[in-house]
């Protein structure tokens, strides 16, 4: 972004709550069954058909605002959004408007410049719409999923980058997954994002004129709109122009956003209380209750990990953020003899090779890591063995110690092989040895390199050493 501006960005999440049965009827929530074969009803709108509110729904939403830090409300309601689109076809949204469920919360991001708070304005419970599915041929719904139960999580404007944004997302992803509220499967729609986003000069404290990008579902693709949406408001801005109020949609083609409407102002939804729904009403222990089912949750387990662990804090927050990391560390840390060091072998090899945004989980490897951990801590491989067996484990699944014993990568210790190759390495590099022998002690260095480089990173660095000393003050 252009020095001079900045962007202010709040987010919609929308994200599918892990019931067995719709919002308001009984039809399963099931992924990727056959086209309009979960509707009854109910969910499809027909004269005379009533709902009934999903209590593990609310139970589910009560679970989110407790992750966030929110206000639970004991007293919220069910309303009307009423507009015409194919894929609602009761012409009208059952959502909450006036009274939602959970109310200020807050979301904590860790970026390079430190830890950011990211405020939660409102969680409100939710009916998904059906589905459009274009082709050639014609437009045509699927209703499965109509009436799944929903949250949206609205944030403040607070964000100001595609990277907070992006942190924002994972993070809120890895809690609320945690928390058991949703699968949070970005690629079956479980989890969409809406941007609103708009720029200003920095120092300004009044807001530009917003637009909003609609169903974002990859966090990349969100992150790439994010930018170029910046971008082109800042050039308008630049240029003399006018941001214009309007709905957008990102084109993964061509990188860049779209008009879908304009909005000359904001949106009339004619919002009412629902006539065939009851008020939610929840006592305090009743929310107490279902708050004290919560799971352990990222950051209380990263806190765990420092006391029991001793772990670094950074090192502590990467393996906590994901369920499946954490629980591959555990697994290993319960078995090997050294968890700080298991802890360093997965964050500093394996790590790097997962991407959570991928969404899938952390492969089931404790039991070759807690192998990997202790083979090095009894000093049979060395570092740089383990960066070898840690990438073959990682692309085979084989066992580390097979895989040391096929390919003999097991480290020397034995002085009586070692020193031949000392005595090779000190009459390749007289002048090194020289060096040494007038008190250079990083010739030393230069010697036990090659040593090590000559047993393929083999040789036992203190044996090497041990070696190489004795033999330059036998040749004084």
């Given at each position: 972004?252009?020095?001079?501006?900045?962007?202010?960005?709040?987010?919609?999440?929308?994200?599918?709550?892990?019931?067995?049965?719709?919002?308001?009827?009984?039809?399963?929530?099931?992924?990727?069954?056959?086209?309009?074969?979960?509707?009854?009803?109910?969910?499809?709108?027909?004269?005379?058909?009533?709902?009934?509110?999903?209590?593990?729904?609310?139970?589910?939403?009560?679970?989110?605002?407790?992750?966030?830090?929110?206000?639970?409300?004991?007293?919220?309601?069910?309303?009307?959004?009423?507009?015409?689109?194919?894929?609602?076809?009761?012409?009208?949204?059952?959502?909450?408007?006036?009274?939602?469920?959970?109310?200020?919360?807050?979301?904590?991001?860790?970026?390079?410049?430190?830890?950011?708070?990211?405020?939660?304005?409102?969680?409100?419970?939710?009916?998904?719409?059906?589905?459009?599915?274009?082709?050639?041929?014609?437009?045509?719904?699927?209703?499965?999923?109509?009436?799944?139960?929903?949250?949206?999580?609205?944030?403040?404007?607070?964000?100001?980058?595609?990277?907070?944004?992006?942190?924002?997302?994972?993070?809120?992803?890895?809690?609320?997954?945690?928390?058991?509220?949703?699968?949070?499967?970005?690629?079956?729609?479980?989890?969409?994002?809406?941007?609103?986003?708009?720029?200003?000069?920095?120092?300004?404290?009044?807001?530009?004129?917003?637009?909003?990008?609609?169903?974002?579902?990859?966090?990349?693709?969100?992150?790439?709109?994010?930018?170029?949406?910046?971008?082109?408001?800042?050039?308008?801005?630049?240029?003399?122009?006018?941001?214009?109020?309007?709905?957008?949609?990102?084109?993964?083609?061509?990188?860049?956003?779209?008009?879908?409407?304009?909005?000359?102002?904001?949106?009339?939804?004619?919002?009412?209380?629902?006539?065939?729904?009851?008020?939610?009403?929840?006592?305090?222990?009743?929310?107490?209750?279902?708050?004290?089912?919560?799971?352990?949750?990222?950051?209380?387990?990263?806190?765990?990990?420092?006391?029991?662990?001793?772990?670094?804090?950074?090192?502590?927050?990467?393996?906590?953020?994901?369920?499946?990391?954490?629980?591959?560390?555990?697994?290993?840390?319960?078995?090997?003899?050294?968890?700080?060091?298991a802890a360093n072998i997965l964050i500093s090899n394996w790590l790097p090779l997962f991407d959570p945004a991928e969404e899938k989980p952390f492969p089931p490897l404790s039991a070759q890591l807690a192998q990997l951990a202790d083979l090095f801590e009894t000093g049979r491989i060395s570092s740089s063995t383990v960066k070898v067996l840690a990438l073959r484990v990682w692309e085979t699944g084989e066992s580390p110690q097979s895989a040391a014993q096929r390919e003999n990568l097991w480290q020397i210790q034995?002085?009586?092989?070692?020193?031949?190759?000392?005595?090779?390495?000190?009459?390749?590099?007289?002048?090194?040895?020289?060096?040494?022998?007038?008190?250079?002690?990083?010739?030393?260095?230069?010697?036990?390199?090659?040593?090590?480089?000559?047993?393929?990173?083999?040789?036992?660095?203190?044996?090497?050493?041990?070696?190489?000393?004795?033999?330059?003050?036998?040749?004084?």
């Amino acid at each position: 972004m252009k020095q001079g501006y900045e962007a202010v960005i709040g987010l919609e999440v929308h994200c599918e709550l892990k019931t067995e049965s719709k919002i308001f009827c009984a039809c399963p929530t099931s992924f990727g069954a056959q086209p309009n074969t979960h509707c009854c009803p109910v969910c499809l709108g027909m004269p005379g058909a009533l709902p009934v509110l999903n209590r593990k729904a609310v139970e589910l939403a009560i679970r989110a605002g407790t992750a966030l830090h929110c206000e639970i409300h004991p007293d919220s309601r069910m309303d009307r959004k009423n507009y015409f689109y194919p894929d609602m076809p009761k012409a009208y949204q059952i959502t909450q408007f006036a009274y939602p469920i959970c109310t200020a919360g807050w979301l904590e991001i860790e970026m390079k410049s430190g830890k950011k708070r990211i405020g939660i304005t409102r969680i409100h419970m939710e009916e998904d719409a059906g589905k459009m599915i274009h082709t050639p041929e014609g437009s045509m719904i699927d209703y499965n999923r109509a009436g799944v139960p929903l949250i949206e999580i609205v944030s403040g404007p607070d964000l100001r980058t595609a990277e907070e944004a992006k942190a924002y997302v994972q993070k809120l992803r890895t809690l609320l997954t945690a928390a058991g509220v949703s699968d949070c499967r970005m690629q079956e729609g479980s989890l969409r994002v809406d941007v609103n986003l708009s720029v200003r000069r920095k120092g300004d404290s009044s807001l530009g004129t917003r637009t909003e990008m609609k169903n974002l579902n990859s966090v990349q693709f969100m992150a790439k709109a994010i930018q170029y949406e910046a971008d082109r408001q800042m050039q308008v801005l630049e240029s003399g122009g006018r941001v214009e109020q309007e709905t957008r949609r990102y084109n993964q083609e061509t990188g860049r956003t779209e008009v879908m409407r304009r909005k000359e102002e904001a949106d009339d939804y004619r919002y009412f209380p629902d006539p065939d729904l009851l008020a939610v009403r929840l006592s305090r222990d009743e929310t107490a209750e279902i708050a004290s089912r919560l799971p352990e949750l990222p950051d209380e387990r990263c806190a765990r990990y420092r006391e029991t662990y001793g772990l670094p804090v950074r090192d502590a927050e990467l393996l906590s953020q994901d369920l499946s990391v954490s629980r591959c560390f555990e697994e290993a840390a319960a078995k090997c003899k050294s968890p700080k060091l298991a802890a360093n072998i997965l964050i500093s090899n394996w790590l790097p090779l997962f991407d959570p945004a991928e969404e899938k989980p952390f492969p089931p490897l404790s039991a070759q890591l807690a192998q990997l951990a202790d083979l090095f801590e009894t000093g049979r491989i060395s570092s740089s063995t383990v960066k070898v067996l840690a990438l073959r484990v990682w692309e085979t699944g084989e066992s580390p110690q097979s895989a040391a014993q096929r390919e003999n990568l097991w480290q020397i210790q034995d002085e009586q092989t070692l020193l031949p190759v000392v005595q090779a390495v000190l009459a390749d590099y007289p002048a090194a040895a020289d060096d040494y022998r007038r008190g250079k002690q990083q010739a030393l260095q230069l010697l036990l390199g090659q040593v090590i480089r000559r047993t393929a990173g083999r040789a036992d660095p203190q044996t090497a050493r041990r070696l190489l000393v004795g033999t330059l003050s036998q040749t004084l």
